[in-house]
């Protein structure tokens, strides 16, 4: 059982105890402790089951490379599944549950998987829920998605606040190390803008634990001198507990700051999103032990001996009282030497390799310990918590010398620099031979925007493994070099450590195990692969490691297979009779361990989450308890209820009241831009499809805009102001998008023409005052002659209303008589105020965009993006006399006349009326005889605008119908979703008012 | 996430700052066109694994449109250069065949 010593433990304070619970039980720990080191201390070696077949499972590391100790942490609005305990740092009250098991962690029902597992191989679930088809969704998946999965998903709003912030430098050093303190130390002295991030909350990595001697200074006090130095300095960022997610484009690193993990609910953001460009990284991030591949290796108590030195160091917990080493390089013996000088039992360290004399062994040797080269673990005994282990030769096939009784076990196969940053954007690397390994490819770096590298491999990430600092300092200087910044010239740091012999490539022990052996090797233990599952995919033709990693699951979930990714491909290598390098590794991708996908929201959420455009009137539609409805950015009135109406009630009323009385709508949306300069008319020639330059100042037009393809892509009221200056309104929708396509044309194409742009539509408020009553109210309002003889249909003048300057448009899209009246948008909600006083006894009412729409439609008034998808032509809507037939040339021009769009055969605008006067559903086609090759109905047109008509107490609706136009009085059948048809007869698609009388008195 | 220099103001633009227009240096056909130029002009885009030409919108900056010519597959930037021109300047063109020897030029 694992315990906490008397003494030690160069992190904790014993002085500090902290209190918190695992699946309920009351535990006690010190301040500086993990969750992990605190679960060892109270002797839980038991923390979870896995994946597929619910083994027991145990802490195998200390890091962020955790495969086994997933947590589910907090609780409610701070419930947080699969969280690490070895990176969780212990706080007071912490609460944490085991997961994946049931009924509970001692006792669980899917550990029956384990002695089914010949049943359960690589690819089970591609093999064996393929047929019948419809099981898959009825039967199989239900039962899968209810077993599978770690943690359990939080129910509750997340009680936490994240926040996100650019951030520049010239040199990125991730990794707070004793190679990245150099290298940050070394660019910080030459006048650099330096941040230096750290993942963990403390500097120094693993040198303080391993006892190394820099510049005759113990690795501690040189690392916490450097951290003072740094700290001094103006042009240097600290940031521990931060982590760097990922490399991306040109310098963007995405860093996670830990906040208040540790300090939940203090106030703070829990995590802080960094949005980093950095000139140049340094990806100082160190290296990863590597598991060694024996039957039983996932066994409680089975540990990277690394890991297990740091829990001695940093935490004065031990893992076992007795415990066995078995490695494959001279490492792993600091594990058996730290151990010793502990007071802790080392039982012995089987070395792989036939000779083990470089000093650590010698040291190892000389304090006692035994050292039994050649040898292998044939097999780990024990279910919950490991009881001993079968010693054999390396070479042989598993047979049996010895058994040793411990109650931990310590390996080592050797390191993996952490190459994740270097490769993420695109990064090569070199594998090599000597320490078995893939390391950064320095001919190949992932590159930034002047094709110079972007990311800089430092210390054992670069596979400097022993001589970091060295290598940092010379890493960091090309990194200066290439910003333009000239280092000092420094000695570098002098790390005295011991000589260490090769260490022997060994991926699978013993090397001849047979099947009953790997079948209990485990390569991936968060995701339970092992060494058997590879070579069957190998066997099966999964050669590439892309598809082996799919069909096996290596590598995959929370961990990515930072400890099991070479041993995988080592296996697979094998297995395929190829080098390593042949078979390479799988893509790196961010984030390099899990960001709270909190912390990518950052503040946008709620109402921030996106920008809201009102009116100058919104307030007053809020006060009067309309219902809203997103207009693209905008929100606008759909319609203003009553007390006891309901919306569509509401929409009846505003459209009758409008067309018998007055109506006033808020239409400040209305896209407006203007267009002026000599060369404007001609230019608004090329960009609507009718002519423009021949209109008149004074007036005003309905045009049309067309996109190269022909189709139809916006529409509006043109008023020609003076000379050379137009006054273009577009859809509410379109404004931005039209600027913007005007822009293009005349930046791009027609640069020389003299016309400037200017997108006003926020200047203006703009209320359309509407129905029968809509003179006399401007004539109670005073102040400017709008009579039919002084300002007729499709005219505008500029004057005064009620002291009110404004600019007043005669146009309609309601069918109406209809004043479009432009103010400052400043003046807005007071000038909107005065026309609901003034017309109070008109009977004016405010009406929103349905019953817009209604009117609209009604009219037979076309709307973009309902009449129109992208595909639809102004010829396809009748509005051929909208389209110029004399120009010579306007956008689109040329795409309609190609053959399909001038084809008889075109879909069509016309109206429908429904024989029983119910209204057609929106979406509804017409169908055709027949149906397809995948028994769908033929269908021949659609509908497009479907209401029901307050004015004409029944549905009308407009669609595009196969030769619509020549159709007319034809009975044609919609479909519905409940299946049954509703028939419409073909009419034309003016409902109300066909000649036009009512707007034009 | 891309920088690019705007080169009308000269700001390293981040990508989110800027709006994408496709391929650069696109000749229009009207009229009277054949409907090969025509398909051409529309739909032929190119699509190479290097060395290509594109234009950008500072939309969200000085609003100009610009042309940028950078690397597909490595997204090195060989120069960005104001839309009013017809073809790549001669500078850019040198730039680019000093890094990229191969390069068969722009066509």
Redesign the interface.
Known sequence: MSIRLTSGGRLIDRSAPIDFTFNGKHLRGFAGDTLASALLANGQMLVGRSFKYHRPRGIVASGAEEPNALVNLGQGARAEPNQRATTTELFDGLQARSQNHWPSLEFDVGVLNNYAARLLPGGFYYKTFIHPRAAWKHLFEPIIRQTAGLGAAPKDRDADRYEQVYAFCDLLVVGGGVAGLHAALVAARAGARVWLVEQSAHWGGRAPVDGDMIDALPAADWVNATVAELAGMANVTLRARTMAAGV?????VLLDERLADHTPGDGRPRHRLWRM?AARIIAATGAIERPLSFAGNDVPGVMLASALRDYLVNWAVSPGQRTVVVTNNDDAYRTAIALHQAGQTVVAVIDARDQADGALPAQARALGIRVETGKAIARVKGGKHVTGVEVCRQTGDGTISRFLACNAVAMSGGWSPVVHLYSHC?GKLIWDEAGAMFRPDAAHPP?T???SAMVIGAGAANGALREAIADADAQVRIALKAVGIKPKKSAVPRQDLPDEAALQPVWIMPQAAGVGLRAKVWLDYQNDVKVSDVQLAAREGYGSVEHAKRYTTLGMATDQGKISNINGLAVLAEALNEPVPQVGTTTFRPPYTPVPLGALAGEARGEIFQPLRKTPMDGWHAAQGATFEPVGLWRRPYCYPRPGETPRQAVAREVKNTRQALGLLDASTLGKIIVKGPDAGRFLDMLYTNVMSSLPVGRCRYGLMCN??GFLSDDGVMARIDDDTWLCHTTSGGADRIH?WM??WL???W?DWQVFTANVTEHYAQIAVVGPNARKLLERLGGMEVSQDALPFMAWADGSLAGFGCRVYRISFSGELSYEIAVPASQGAAFWQACHDAGASLGAMPYGTEALHVMRAEKGFIMIGDETDGTVTPQDLGLDWAVSKKK??FLG???Q??SHLTSPDRWKLVGFETLDGSVIPEGAYVIAQGSNANGQRHVQGRVTSTYRSPTLGRGIAMGLLLRGPERMGEVVSFNTVDGSTVQARVVGPVFYDRDGEKQNV | MLLLICPYCGVAAEETELAPGGEAHLKRFGPGSSDAEFEAYLFARKNPKGVHFERWRHAYGCGKWFLAARCTATLEVFGTYPAQTSGPPDDIIDRIKARRPDWKGFA
């Open positions: 991306y484009d040109h310098g963007y460009r695109g590159i925007q002047d094709g190269e393809q913007g822009e293009d930046q791009c194409e640069w010579a040339d021009k040329r795409g006349e190609r």
